[in-house]
């Protein structure tokens, strides 16, 4: 199965680990060092022209995507309840 992140990216579920809201961006100090990190191993790839709005970690890499949280966290779930 796989999960529509915006544009022109689709990953596959199994490579799914954790969808957050873009806010977690600025409010954790442990996700900062996480992102800071990602960037410099160059492991962060940024979907679309849109303002993102949501972070999608994956087991190799970290998308910001254009689409909500919310919305891939219902994609997600529907895939886990087919």
Known sequence: MFIHLGGEKI???S??????D?????SSKISKQFLS???KEKKVEVIG????KSLVVTKS????????S????????QLLTN
């Open 11 to 13: 990953i596959r579920a």
């Open 70 to 77: 919310m919305t891939l966290k219902k994609r997600a779930n």
């Open 37 to 39: 990190y990602a960037n």
């Open 49 to 52: 022209e849109e303002d993102s």
């Open 61 to 68: 890499k970290v998308y910001y995507s254009p689409i909500s």
């Open 22 to 26: 873009l806010s977690i961006e600025k």
């Open 15 to 20: 490579e799914l680990v954790a969808i957050f």
